[in-house]
């Protein structure tokens, strides 16, 4: 079945750096856009990224321009978060999603969801 | 940078009506995305392109837009219903996405 499933998130200290994975299974991921999210505690959803099916269209949240990298590896059917000089604020659950792809078109509406990993930034 | 606001609660009694807004100033130009939350769980797309609903999602779900407003229209609630509700849209070029703050819908 379609599937997606995060690794990587853990305990790190503030200006530390986190490596976030997302591996997918059941569809053709070289075919998707593909993004992150993040909900710190309490919180409601915030979109942090996303990336173009061949890995040539990335943006990204003003909170983590400059921090932050994505990218993918379509032959590992993977989705990684680079997530370095990590703040206390970054401290959140991180949800990889998939993006709408219909009858050749794309659009940023997330179909498939994660069940997310959870990172705390604490000294 | 580009917002979406949504009123942070609404609250119905089972059976009725609940309607749950979501304004913000590119909502003419871009669809918008509704996702339910229920605690300890990930989102899950409930109407996409404002109006469309996903296979699995029951039909006493619906999307509507006007002008700067969508709204999502939950009929018949049920007790199950309760949950967050987040709007989703992106900035007027599409580069940047955004998600609403949430509305916590009670079942009273």
């Known amino acids: 079945q379609v599937q997606l499933v995060e690794s990587g998130g853990g305990l790190v200290k503030p200006g530390g750096s986190l490596r976030l994975s997302c591996a997918a299974s059941g569809f053709a991921f070289s075919d998707y856009y593909m993004s992150w999210i993040r909900q710190a505690p309490g919180k409601g959803l915030e979109w942090v990224s996303y990336i173009s099916s061949l890995g040539d269209t990335i943006n990204y949240a003003d909170s983590v321009k400059g921090r932050f990298t994505i990218s993918r590896d379509n032959a590992k059917k993977s989705l990684y978060l680079q997530m370095n000089s990590l703040r206390a604020e970054d401290m959140a659950i991180y949800y990889c999603a998939r993006a709408l792809y219909i009858t050749g078109a794309y659009y940023y509406g997330l179909d498939v969801w994660g069940q997310g990993t959870t990172v705390t930034v604490s000294s | 940078s580009y917002e979406l606001t949504q009123p942070p609660s609404v609250s119905v009694s089972p059976g009725q009506t609940a309607r749950i807004t979501c304004s913000g100033d590119t909502l003419p130009k871009q669809y918008a995305y509704w996702y339910q939350q229920k605690p300890g769980q990930a989102p899950v797309l409930v109407i996409y392109?404002?109006?469309e609903r996903p296979s699995g999602i029951p039909e006493r779900f619906s999307g509507s837009s006007s002008g700067t407003t969508v709204t999502l229209t939950i009929s018949g609630v049920q007790a199950e219903d309760e949950a967050d509700y987040y709007c989703?849209?992106?900035?007027?070029?599409?580069?940047?996405?955004?998600f609403g703050g949430g509305t916590k819908l009670t079942v009273l």
């Open positions: 989703q849209s992106a900035d007027s070029i599409g580069t940047l996405w955004v």
């Open positions: 392109k404002d109006t």
